[in-house]
Nanobody, 124 residues
Framework: QVQLVESGGGLVQAGGSLRLSCAAS????????MGWFRQAPGKEREFVAA????????YYADSVKGRFTISRDKTKNTGYLQMNSLKPEDTANYYC?????????????????WGQGTQVTVSS
């Protein structure tokens, strides 16, 4: 069992940066692949970024590639999403998720555990 808690969201101006954190409980979190998703009002939850269990590979949605960076610190049982050059269209509730599946996982239905989300609002 894994419990995930996101933090780090907030209000930022366009062009600014935020770093989201995803704190995990459970000693086996280091064996889980991790992903970040986001959901804007009236829209479906969409894939943002994913990283393998060992941090060796990462993958990004085209809309955030070159601006966002996903990472993880196994010693702290925490995952991160560094978001730079933020745009108003990045405004959404951001969720982290974990799965035991091997490799990069982009489909939300594959993830077994989800956090409660953290709101990111980018003003123009």
């Amino acid at each position: 069992q894994v419990q995930l808690v996101e933090s780090g969201g907030g209000l930022v101006q366009a062009g600014g940066s935020l770093r989201l954190s995803c704190a995990a409980s459970g000693r086996t979190f280091s064996t889980y692949a991790m992903g970040w998703f986001r959901q804007a009002p009236g829209k479906e939850r969409e894939f943002v970024a994913a990283i393998t269990w060992d941090g060796g590979r990462s993958y990004y949605a085209d809309s955030v590639k070159g601006r966002f960076t996903i990472s993880r610190d196994k010693t702290k049982n925490t995952g991160y999403l560094q978001m730079n050059s933020l745009k108003p269209e990045d405004t959404a509730n951001y969720y982290c998720a974990a799965t035991l599946r091997v490799g990069i996982v982009t489909m939300r239905h594959v993830y077994d555990y989800w956090g409660q989300g953290t709101q990111v609002t980018v003003s123009s």
